[in-house]
């Protein structure tokens, strides 16, 4: 009995400390969170241009060293095995207009909202040289997953035959694009339809643009569906938007109809899980991408369909023992459990069944592409419930508002991961700044919807974690265990985020009233989904 009564108080003292917020010093409590974002916007602009090689151009590099400022041209490979597995993802001394999206939306809201237009006009000058200099013979702009502009060199480079390759893992701001240089974006629309879609009768995509059979990835089929839903929302042409429609109807017919989920490479054949297995880049990526194809061209079906999916996903892939999502599921339902295989890179003799996310999603994975997209989900679902009004989509948001602020980068799961030791030690326990810009926007984002002050208390948990872990000499860090700023990590979202929460801050009232982010000085709304 005595000892019972001695353990009580050391329980509670260590639930007290997981869930106290992180500890900041005087200085930081007296800054805003739209400083941090503006200095680092100001840094990259200052020492982040292109000032190597013999041609100087307007583009950002990938890569900046926060303590010399300067961009490495061998960046030293650091958390290559954990983030990107191919060193070409990172565009080591280069540029990359795909992997800057977040980066230069967030540049506009912030001329939006300090009324300096110079950090716009940055933007504007950054994606028209790319659309006007960095083409391809295919019209398809020299940007993506394969591709990147090496500044030191001044010439297009890449990695593994140079693909054009977009995914929805990144939205792409077709609207600033478009008033830049619309014929570019329409060159560029074009193309993806032309090389992209690799079968006209069934639907078939592949990610790479080469115009031959291949890896038909929901993730890449979303940003197709969301470009042609963009062109016909400008050009009001019945043709792009029966083309969004038809990509959109491959997936739904590979469906189980008992059950709403359907293969996210469904020309993989079963003898491959992601040809047989609905996975959260489905719910994360591509749902996102059906829902924005609705607010651009209100075809309901866009909407519906991924309605469908979401609710199938909280009905099969949730489970309340543990409060957690499953990473998986077989078409008709069941989860696929542990353990998983883990091997050095996914090019290794196991192939893509050594991302297969077996077990429970993990939240905090740091491979920037591959099978778990666990708060981009949170996210879709939090915009599904905005559009909707559905109480089944905001309770699935919740459910993963509660796991996420119950199990947060620093705290214990992290022992049963693949990526423990690098968490542990030079992690600093901590994640990518995009991963904790989407998780400050969705708790805002719910928060907004529904008024609970604990999500907004959230919200400023995370990006009070995010200034510790990351800021430093007037840069975001894409991870803590690097020297870096690094555009692959999302630097981007995280200053989007800050931006968001400052705004939510000074004007509480008026934003829950309108439950919508709207900017006086200019009547910009500013969305809440943060893609």
Request: hydrophobic share 35%.
């Amino acid at each position: 009995m005595r000892i019972t009564v001695l353990c009580i108080p050391v329980v509670i003292l260590l639930y007290l400390i997981k869930l106290s917020p992180i500890n900041v010093d005087q200085e930081q409590r007296e800054r805003k969170y739209y400083h941090y974002a503006t200095e680092c916007i100001e840094n990259l602009i200052q020492y982040g241009t292109d000032n190597y090689g013999n041609t100087h151009t307007p583009v950002l590099v990938s890569i900046l060293d926060v303590n010399t400022k300067t961009c490495p041209e061998n960046p030293k490979k650091l958390d290559e095995y954990y983030r990107v597995t191919r060193r070409g993802r990172r565009n080591p001394a280069g540029s990359n207009l795909f992997t800057d999206q977040a980066t230069l939306k967030s540049m506009y809201y912030l001329s939006a909202i300090s009324g300096n237009n110079k950090y716009a006009e940055f933007a504007k000058k950054y994606s028209g040289y790319v659309m006007d200099n960095l083409v391809d013979d295919k019209n398809f702009f020299w940007w993506g997953i394969h591709r990147h502009y090496d500044v030191f060199k001044d010439e297009m480079d890449g990695h593994q035959g140079n693909h054009h390759e977009i995914q929805a893992i990144t939205h792409i701001d077709w609207e600033h694009l478009w008033s830049i240089n619309k014929n570019a974006v329409t060159k560029q629309i074009e193309a993806i339809w032309e090389w992209h879609v690799i079968n006209k009768i069934t639907g078939e995509v592949n990610r790479h643009g080469d115009g031959k059979p291949g890896c038909d990835f929901s993730m890449s089929a979303g940003a197709y569906i969301e470009a042609f839903a963009f062109l016909y929302s400008k050009t009001n042409d019945q043709l792009w938007l029966d083309r969004a429609l038809f990509l959109a109807d491959y997936y739904w017919n590979k469906r189980d109809t008992e059950t709403n989920l359907f293969p996210d490479r469904p020309n993989a054949g079963l003898d491959r899980f992601d040809g047989s297995c609905f996975v959260s880049s489905i719910t994360g990526l591509y749902c996102h991408s059906l829902l924005k194809a609705f607010e651009l061209t209100g075809e309901c079906l866009f909407r519906d369909q991924a309605i469908s999916y979401l609710k199938a996903y909280s009905k099969y892939g949730f489970d309340p023992k543990t409060g957690k999502y499953w990473g998986a599921l077989q078409l008709d339902g069941k989860p696929i459990s542990g353990p998983r295989i883990y091997t050095d890179n996914i090019d290794s003799k196991e192939g893509y069944a050594a991302a297969q996310p077996r077990g429970y999603l993990d939240l905090w994975e740091p491979y920037m592409a591959g099978y778990q997209y666990a708060v981009y989900t949170a996210q879709a679902y939090a915009y599904a419930f905005h559009l909707t009004s559905e109480p089944e989509l905001l309770l699935a948001a919740q459910q993963f508002a509660n796991w996420i602020k119950n199990t947060p980068p620093e705290s214990m799961e992290t022992a049963d991961t693949w990526y423990k030791n690098y968490s542990n030690n030079q992690g600093l326990q901590g994640t990518y700044a995009d991963k904790y810009g989407r998780t400050i926007s969705f708790f805002l984002h719910l928060y907004v919807l529904t008024g609970e002050k604990q999500l907004l208390s959230e919200a400023r948990r995370f990006a009070d974690s995010a200034i510790n872990k990351l800021f430093e000499n007037g840069l975001f860090k894409g991870h803590p265990a690097k020297p870096y700023y690094e555009a692959i990590d999302g630097v981007g979202y995280l200053l989007y985020a800050l931006l968001q929460l400052d705004h939510v801050l000074e004007n509480n009232e008026k934003v829950l009233k309108m439950k919508r982010i709207i900017i006086e000085s200019s009547q910009l709304e500013m969305p809440l989904d943060n893609w």
